[in-house]
Nanobody
Framework: QVQLVESGGGLVQAGGSLRLSCAASGRTFSTYVMGWFRQAPGREREFVASISRGGISTDYADSVKGRFTISRDNAKNTVYLQMNSLKPEDTAVYYC????????????????WGQGTQVTVSS
């Protein structure tokens, strides 16, 4: 069982940047595909980005492609989401997720979820 804890959220002006971190417990972090999701009030949870176990392959939602970068440091059991050129539409609670598998997923096929960190982008 892996525990995930997000951090790095906050308030930022449109056009600014934030770096989210997700720290995972245990010694098997490198066996998990990792993903970031977000949910705004009144909206469905949506996929943001995912990264393969070794950090070589990545996948991004069209809405964030070119602005966000997902990365991971397996030695630190941490996955990151660098968010640049933020827009008010990016405002949401951001969740880190892990799945025991190989193929990247944009859906709900994740086994573990963090509690989320709030990102608010003002105009």
């Amino acid at each position: 069982q892996v525990q995930l804890v997000e951090s790095g959220g906050g308030l930022v002006q449109a056009g600014g940047s934030l770096r989210l971190s997700c720290a995972a417990s245990g010694r098997t972090f490198s066996t998990y595909v990792m993903g970031w999701f977000r949910q705004a009030p009144g909206r469905e949870r949506e996929f943001v980005a995912s990264i393969s176990r070794g950090g070589i392959s990545t996948d991004y939602a069209d809405s964030v492609k070119g602005r966000f970068t997902i990365s991971r440091d397996n030695a630190k059991n941490t996955v990151y989401l660098q968010m640049n050129s933020l827009k008010p539409e990016d405002t949401a609670v951001y969740y880190c997720a892990a799945r025991d598998g190989v193929v990247l997923s944009r859906g709900a096929a994740y086994d573990f979820w963090g509690q989320g960190t709030q990102v608010t982008v003002s105009s």
